[in-house]
């Protein structure tokens, strides 16, 4: 690049009123504070190396809740408190493994496996029994009564071809979430799900599976994408795949947890709420550091800041880290059933896709809700954040939309994300510093201009 070009301005139709050239001179002094002395990064690893792990109802779950909460009061933020939550409690068993088996059931190969959330365990034993592949649910239907005694094993590969990995994800997701029941309606004694990341390694991806009350549970198991490519080789020449699957995996009685909440009140209209939100479970596998540890320290980083700056706008901006995402959503749902009289729920913002570069905003709500917010697009554009467009927000705060809440996504790269998602990979040496950094200072950006304007 020449320096010529380094050195023109970037051709954009900057507003000239007085108060838009106050909002962008703010918005400035966010953004260069935050690449200055911004905290996301250390708070984060300090988050994921002396806490780790956090699924709902775990010691871990309580030790990030603490930990969460104290790093409000550190800052001074006010209203800090939590509010009760039931959540259910899974725990991970110390035994799960799959081999492929000779017909007298002796080992050939060990496979890479992970319990699905909320699984069911197998019997001491194990289930040994063949594998059926399939890929979607269509074909499952048309092999009827082939599945009885079978495993499943469900074999959608990711569709790479999608720009934004979210969708492609959402293609392929319900094999994890729904393939249990799926088969179970046939008589399959068991599932093995290839993971639902796009990219081929040697990690089974988690995430829950859901049970339908009426069926039969069957126990249901993660496999690396290596491996589920390695099984449909096999199948393709063997006329049968036996495989033996063992987990001793546990569901206990629901267990207490919380919604951690800290504000920055407003000056103005202090029961007019902006919320920013993320959730502190995380899946039992790696930190829970773009999933979502890099939520959480956005929401605290973004109400930092304006706190450091002296930046109080005239609504309050409330900080929610939910309680439970991963396998029950009860933290969001719980949050939005408390009756809060005194007080409006004008937006909420969750940030829950990583902690990568952010790119925008995704707003789920009017055309006229958009219209209001889209023209703000002027103030994230030096650092590339000015995709304001219609879409979802998120799921912890899913539960305000039926309230009338406006609801927004933060919106950022994608590439990665899947990469790390419910995997032991999901590390804080996966995240960028200067990324997570930027998601924080677009989010506080964000929720000072709606503070600020109301909508
Ligand atoms: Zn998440």
Redo the contacts with the bound molecule.
């Keep these: 690049m020449s320096l010529l070009l380094v050195l023109a301005p970037i051709a954009s139709s900057q507003p000239t009123d007085s108060l838009q050239i106050a909002y962008i001179a703010t918005a400035k002094q966010i953004l260069t504070y935050g690449l200055s002395d911004g905290k996301a990064y250390p708070m984060l690893r300090e988050f994921c190396t002396t806490i780790g792990n956090r699924l709902s109802g775990s010691v871990g779950d309580a030790r990030g809740i603490d930990w969460l909460k104290k790093k409000m009061e550190q800052y001074n933020f006010e209203n800090v408190r939590l509010e009760p939550v039931t959540v259910p409690k899974w725990v991970r068993g110390t035994t799960e493994t799959a081999f492929i088996v000779d017909r007298n059931g002796k080992k050939i190969r060990s496979l890479r496996v992970a319990s699905l959330g909320m699984s069911i365990p197998t019997p001491t034993k194990g289930v040994t029994a063949e594998i059926l592949e399939v890929i979607t649910f269509k074909q499952l239907d048309s092999l009827g009564p082939l599945v009885k005694g079978k495993i499943v094993f469900f074999n959608r590969a990711f569709d790479r071809t999608i720009f934004n990995t979210f969708p492609g994800y959402g293609a392929t997701v319900d094999q994890r979430s729904s393939g249990a029941a799926r088969a179970a309606a046939y008589g399959a004694v068991a599932v093995l799900v290839r993971s639902v990341t796009p990219v081929i390694d040697d990690h089974p991806h988690t995430g829950t599976v859901n049970y339908t009350d009426s069926l039969q549970k069957i126990p249901a198991a993660a496999v690396s994408t290596r491996d589920a490519e390695v099984l449909s080789e096999m199948l393709k020449s063997e006329k049968a795949v036996r495989i033996r699957l063992t987990m001793n995996c546990h569901t206990f009685p629901d267990a207490a947890s919380a919604n951690v909440i800290g504000e920055l009140r407003g000056s103005e209209r202090p029961n007019e709420i902006i919320l920013i939100g993320?959730?502190h479970d995380?899946w039992d596998k790696g930190q829970g550091a773009h999933?979502?540890g890099a939520?959480c320290i956005h929401v605290i980083e973004a109400i930092r800041i304006l706190k450091e700056l002296n930046i109080r706008p005239r609504r309050t901006i409330r900080a929610v880290m939910f309680a439970n995402?991963?396998n029950g959503l009860r933290g969001g749902k719980a949050y939005a059933a408390v009756e809060r009289p005194n007080e409006i729920h004008l937006a909420a913002i969750e940030s829950?896709?990583g902690g990568f570069a952010p790119t925008g905003f995704t707003v789920q709500g009017t055309k006229d809700q958009l219209n209001r917010i889209a023209p703000w697009s002027y103030l994230f554009t030096p650092m590339e954040a000015d995709r304001i467009t219609n879409g979802g927000s998120g799921?912890d705060i899913s539960p305000l939309v039926d309230k009338g809440v406006l609801t927004i996504g933060l919106r950022e790269r994608t590439e990665r994300y899947f990469e790390y998602h419910h995997a032991e990979t999901d590390v804080i040496g996966g995240v960028n510093e200067r990324e997570l950094q930027l998601g924080a200072c677009a989010l506080a950006i964000m929720a000072w201009i709606l503070a600020e304007e109301g909508i």
């Design positions: 993320g959730h995380s999933d979502d939520g995402e991963e829950d896709v799921a």
